[in-house]
């Protein structure tokens, strides 16, 4: 039992909180009990949000109501009427997904002190800013460089950063993209020579991934030396050059991984043209990055819109060919993505070399083609067929269309961004959000407030940590869909980041379950979203 500041009673059992609100009558007071659960539909509930049952220790401080048991640690707050969990390695002293908690103390400062079978934790209330949020990640970026190229790493030792070392990912061009293009949208609302260096340095890394194939305009995947600890596995065997690595041929000492994705060249082709436009200074630099995108483009025309590997051969999704896309029905679900993807790509290239030829190719596979049809119905909306991969993808190739395209295109590409936004706005996804805002005048505030909600609950630790919410109670589940890589069920909602397993933009926002501790993501995601929206003035740095 524990009375709340506003004289309220609660009282944990096994299956919700009792609250116990004193009521004065003429002569006497008297108690209106309401039972608190996890979802409103719930028998006997008629307030939710309760994120787990079976409360057996009840601590009231001055802003909240703190809440413990068998399955982690709960907060209500007062001023905002929400629960919060704190459940797991993330939070406590355990290894493991779920812990119990056997102690709750309140020490004041807004902290509590949870002790379980392994230990105790301090779980502390602090406030931040965006701007303090953005500075975190920062400092979690320098383990995450490697020869220039930005990539995840992992730990030798549970949830322990300083045990930590880079390992080459099938997708380090696209975080190096990703992390690239916040330093640029840095640099172009607050010009600073330290933000331009490291934008120059990682630009140097992607420089290095066209190199090291041989083959002008041809990009890898990921690349290091050879012997380099967390890279070189596995080896390619006879006949097949996807997502394995080879020796280079260009540069003696190194190693690549092959059969470049969509997903990691969009991620080159959308940060290409910022550094271009926001950190590139003179003409010589200019002419660098303009040289780097017209090579890579002028690849895939040269091949008739197949980007072609390392073995003479396509790569797995390097197919842009209206013969494929449009008169060949195995690619239906790429043809409106791919679509974009290429108009979008011919669009910046000819903004950034002048040459007319990329323009010339656009506008006829846009018209004679209808490619502009194609994009409009970009999202594939099967029910048991969203790939959230897809969307960080089309969200990256539509930008870079709707700054580059010319505005006779724009319509169509309102047309796929308005859908889009029907399709996505669930998941609050704040890279996202910003971007079909900016796309969209006139979108509904709400896409704003969402992204800006998912970046004030950003966790400040990127530590990969087990954890499970599928013993909640607060969730409604999607009775349609399941998360297929721990077979768990998914939730209607999404939880705040700070809540769920360790994402990226690419991830499902919905899943329960996963994580291992033995790994920690790059703060790229954070920061594009970040600078993104400060560009876009939809964001201040003291929210």
Same mark, same amino acid.
């Given at each position: ?99 119990? /908690? =056997?102690?709750?103390?309140? $020490?004041?400062?807004?902290? @509590?002190?949870? #002790? !379980?079978?392994? *230990? ?91 190199? /090291? =194939?041989?083959?002008?305009? $041809?990009?890898?995947?990921? @690349?290091?030396? #050879? !012997?380099?600890? *967390? ?313």
């Amino acid at each position: 039992l524990a009375f709340g500041p506003d004289g309220r009673l609660w009282a944990g059992t096994a299956l919700c909180v009792t609250w116990a609100t004193p009521v004065a009558l003429a002569n006497r007071t008297a108690w209106v009990f309401e039972r608190v659960g996890g979802l409103v539909e719930n028998p006997g509930s008629v307030v939710g949000g309760l994120p787990v049952p079976n409360i057996t220790m009840l601590l009231s401080g001055p802003r909240a109501v703190w809440l413990a048991g068998p399955k982690g640690v709960s907060r209500y707050d007062h001023a905002t009427e929400e629960f919060s969990f704190f459940g797991g390695a993330r939070f406590l002293a355990t290894a493991a997904a779920a812990a119990p /908690v =056997t102690a709750l103390a309140l $020490l004041g400062n807004g902290c @509590a002190a949870a #002790v !379980g079978p392994d *230990g105790m934790a301090l779980l502390c209330e602090r406030n931040y800013t965006l701007a303090a949020l953005q500075d975190a990640m920062n400092r979690i970026t320098p383990r995450h460089v490697r020869d220039n190229i930005v990539a995840d790493v992992n730990l030798d030792r549970f949830g322990d950063v300083e045990s930590a070392y880079p390992v080459c990912g099938e997708s380090d061009g696209l975080w190096s993209s990703i992390y690239l293009a916040s330093l640029c949208f840095r640099q172009a609302v607050l010009p600073d020579s330290a933000t331009r260096a490291a934008a120059w340095r990682v630009f140097e890394g992607l420089e290095l991934l066209n190199r /090291v =194939t041989g083959i002008p305009g $041809l990009i890898a995947r990921t @690349a290091s030396r #050879v !012997g380099e600890r *967390g890279c070189g596995t596995p080896r390619c065997p006879p006949g097949t050059v996807n997502k394995c690595f080879v020796n280079s041929t260009a540069l003696p000492g190194w190693q690549l991984m092959a059969g470049l994705s969509s997903d990691s060249l969009t991620g080159h082709m959308f940060a290409y043209p910022l550094m271009h436009d926001f950190v590139a200074e003179t003409a010589d630099e200019r002419a660098r990055v303009a040289g780097l995108l017209g090579s890579v483009v002028s690849y895939i025309v040269d091949h008739d819109l197949y980007l072609i590997d390392i073995d003479g051969h396509p790569t797995y999704w390097g197919v842009w060919s209206p013969a494929q896309l449009n008169d060949n029905a195995t690619w239906y679900e790429e043809r409106g993505l791919n679509s974009m993807m290429i108009t979008g790509f011919l669009f910046a290239a000819h903004n950034l070399t002048g040459n007319t030829t990329f323009l010339t190719i656009a506008e006829e596979l846009l018209t004679k083609h209808e490619y502009d049809l194609n994009i409009i119905n970009s999202r594939i909306t099967a029910a048991d067929d969203t790939n959230f991969s897809d969307d960080q993808l089309y969200m990256l190739a539509a930008y870079l269309f709707y700054r580059y395209a010319p505005p006779a295109f724009l319509p169509a590409l309102r047309l796929s961004a308005a859908r889009m936004l029907q399709c996505i706005k669930d998941e609050k996804a704040a890279l996202f959000n910003f971007m079909l805002a900016a796309m969209l005048p006139g979108a509904p505030s709400s896409v704003v407030t969402d992204a800006t909600w998912t970046l004030q609950r950003w966790p400040l630790t990127l530590i990969d940590w087990p954890v499970d919410n599928t013993l909640r109670i607060d969730l409604r589940l999607n009775q349609e869909a399941t998360d297929s890589a721990n077979d768990t069920p998914l939730s209607v909602q999404p939880l705040p980041p700070t809540e769920r397993p360790a994402q990226k933009w690419n991830a499902n926002p919905f899943v329960l379950a996963g994580g291992s501790g033995r790994g920690e993501f790059d703060p790229g995601a954070f920061l594009l979203a970040y600078w993104l929206g400060r560009y876009h003035h939809m964001i201040a740095p003291d929210m």
